[in-house]
């Protein structure tokens, strides 16, 4: 099966384009995320769709904040081309968090030791962090979330996935 994205200039200024048109609905917001997740900074990708993809937006301004930038190329009324990219020193981070045995979060320092902190609760990281994310929302994103025995990292994407519909995120195999 080929990528749905595939550049469209030549080599020295190429820049991927996701055609969405060809993509099943039920395919879509995922293949996105994921596209905007693995954005590094100073690159991007072209996103064509045959509406205005504004409520898409939203979401993705939910999900990583001020991590990425979105660019109308072109607005209907047959097609609507975006570009989204990643701003240059828009690095992910990471959070230290300590996760008790209930599943309350607390951000702790982000030199603690990781694993078991003694009273039945863990600290753990949460990496690839989009850079403007709000601490709130990290926690809300690992409320509840008691991660297996020896798991003290845990990808942001992963709290995504759980958010929206996967019961532990991958977490569990």
Request: aromatic share 6%; charged share 15%.
């Amino acid at each position: 099966m080929t990528s749905p994205i595939a550049p469209t200039a030549p080599a020295a200024q190429a820049e991927p384009v996701l055609d969405l048109r060809a993509i099943p609905p039920y395919q879509r917001h995922q293949l996105i995320f994921a596209s905007v997740q693995d954005l590094t900074p100073g690159d991007g990708f072209s996103l064509v769709n045959d509406h205005d993809p504004r409520p898409l937006h939203h979401q993705l301004l939910s999900l990583f904040g001020a991590s990425f930038s979105w660019e109308y190329l072109q607005q209907g009324p047959e097609v609507w081309q975006v570009r989204i990219s990643r701003p240059e020193g828009a690095a992910a981070a990471s959070l230290r968090v300590s996760i008790d045995r209930n599943g309350d979060v607390t951000v702790v320092a982000g030199d603690a030791r990781l694993g078991p902190d003694g009273s039945g609760g863990s600290v753990c990281e949460v990496t690839d962090v989009p850079p403007g994310t709000p601490e709130g929302d990290v926690l809300a994103l690992l409320q509840g979330v008691i991660p297996p025995a020896g798991v003290v990292g845990i990808a942001y994407e992963r709290l995504l996935a759980r958010r929206n519909g996967s019961c532990c995120g991958g977490m569990c195999g």
